[in-house]
């Protein structure tokens, strides 16, 4: 290219666009590494949510009303004597019930949920509501979870899994323990007390010697 024809070009203002695709590409580079990195903190945080309904029986979180947790905490029994009154929520979700047991009651209550961020807000919520000594949430799956050292267990269960959970009841829960199930009953065990009341209601169960 002659000079005259370099300097007629800058007068245009072509040479000012000539690293101009460069910009763009390094731009796009970025915009596409911020994107992925977006994606991926997204999958992480969403995982735990997602991950239960890969599983052959999954329990979704839907939070318990404020009727539901007063049907519960109304069916909740007593320890035998000389034993400690302790209660178990099977999928406590955000932990409502396990808080509200363990104030209005004073029992010792225990939560097992799968979702790990469902279980750090549970533990805040207990610690904000002054609950926090007589709660317990662990991170675990139910199904691997021993329920043998709790008199009162709550399960929050969906239809499709009640028939197992019956199974792990009869296999592990002590004698005379009270067992309270939330919108689905167990197919086989017959309920010592319902509480009809739609969405909000509850089948109360004693399991023999």
């Known amino acids: 290219m002659s000079t005259n024809e370099l300097n007629a070009l800058t007068t245009l203002g072509v040479t000012g666009n000539i690293d101009a695709p460069k910009k763009k590409s390094l731009s796009g580079k970025i915009l596409i590494g911020v994107t992925g990195g977006i994606a991926v903190g997204l999958s992480i945080v969403c995982y735990p ?3 239960p309904a890969l599983r052959k029986h999954c329990l ?4 318990a009303t404020t009727k539901q947790i007063e049907n ?4 909740v029994g007593r320890a035998q004597t000389g034993g400690s009154n302790k209660l178990l929520d099977i999928g406590s979700g955000d932990g409502r019930i396990v808080i509200a047991a363990a104030k209005r009651l004073q029992v010792e209550a225990h939560g097992v949920e799968l979702n790990p961020w469902l279980v750090y807000y549970s533990r805040l919520a207990a610690l904000k509501d002054g609950a926090f000594g007589r709660t317990k949430f662990f991170r675990k799956d139910l199904w691997k979870y021993d329920i043998s050292g709790y008199n009162n267990i709550v399960i929050f269960g969906v ?3 009640m028939a197992d959970l019956e199974q792990k009841i009869k296999a592990e829960a002590k004698p005379e323990s009270t067992i309270i199930a939330c919108r689905f009953p167990f197919p086989t065990l017959q309920p010592t007390k319902t509480i009809e009341d739609g969405i909000d209601s509850v089948w109360v169960y004693r399991k023999v010697k």
């Open 49 to 51: 949510f997602v991950a």
């Open 72 to 75: 519960v905490l109304s069916s």
């Open 159 to 161: 239809e499709q899994m």
């Open 60 to 63: 979704p979180y839907v939070p």
